[in-house]
Antibody
Framework: QLQLQESGPGLVKPSETLSLTCTVS??????????WGWIRQPPGKGLEWIGS???????YYNPSLKSRVTISVDTSKNQFSLKLSSVTAADTAVYYC????????????WGQGTMVTVSS | SYVLTQPPSVSVAPGKTARITCGGN??????VHWYQQKPGQAPVLVIY???DRPSGIPERFSGSNSGNTATLTISRVEAGDEADYYC?????????????FGGGTKLTVL
């Protein structure tokens, strides 16, 4: 059974870069079946997709965040990562990693989420 | 950009049927996925590709999609169904695919 677990700092200063990692267990991140994505949810608000990556390195980003987002994959560690630069208070959210089978598919497996607060 | 519109809230008595809508321009031509999120928990997929149920999701959950509206239907509603529900599609109208979520609907069981 595939499981995902987010990790990273819970507090980031404004203008700095938010960095999170998602560790995949119960399966290989190099599986040709899966894409790996990041989704966030500000407190009391809805879900926002950040972007997705295929194990080969192909990426898709939310156009509204594209200029600040980098998603990468480390197959040796069975992990994928998110970097969001120049953060502001508006980037305060619970960040989820999730998997989906393809470019039109649902996010079927989710991590538990990690809260990131942007504050000085 | 593509927009999905959900009612902010829906209320239903136990044992009755809840219908949560998701509106979008010609959404019937897209595949719609639905998620249930309870407080403090990650979302859980309850319907994918308009009307398919993942294993472990009760048959009480069903979905449909036509025209400009997709609908999540929950039959014989139970107290445990109280949660936020989100619809989601992939929008491929631009150069690169983009994931769009609806704003979410809070289901209250009276």
């Amino acid at each position: 059974q595939l499981q995902l677990q987010e990790s990273g700092p819970g507090l980031v200063k404004p203008s700095e870069t938010l960095s999170l990692t998602c560790t995949v267990s119960g399966g290989s991140i190099s599986s040709s079946s899966y894409y790996w994505g990041w989704i966030r949810q500000p407190p009391g608000k809805g879900l926002e997709w950040i972007g997705s990556i295929y194990y080969s390195g192909s990426t898709y980003y939310n156009p509204s965040l594209k200029s600040r987002v980098t998603i990468s994959v480390d197959t040796s560690k069975n992990q994928f990562s998110l970097k969001l630069s120049s953060v502001t208070a508006a980037d305060t959210a619970v960040y989820y990693c999730a998997s989906h089978l393809g470019g039109d598919d649902a996010f079927d497996i989710w991590g538990q989420g990690t809260m990131v607060t942007v504050s000085s | 950009s593509y927009v999905l519109t959900q009612p902010p809230s829906v209320s239903v008595a136990p044992g009755k049927t809840a219908r949560i809508t998701c509106g979008g321009n010609n959404i019937g031509s897209k595949s719609v996925h639905w998620y249930q999120q309870k407080p403090g928990q990650a979302p859980v997929l309850v319907i994918y590709y308009d009307s398919d149920r993942p294993s472990g999701i009760p048959e009480r959950f069903s979905g449909s999609n036509s025209g400009n509206t997709a609908t999540l239907t929950i039959s014989r509603v139970e107290a445990g169904d109280e949660a936020d529900y989100y619809c989601q599609v992939w929008d491929s109208s631009s150069d690169h695919p983009n994931v769009v979520f609806g704003g979410g609907t809070k289901l209250t069981v009276l």
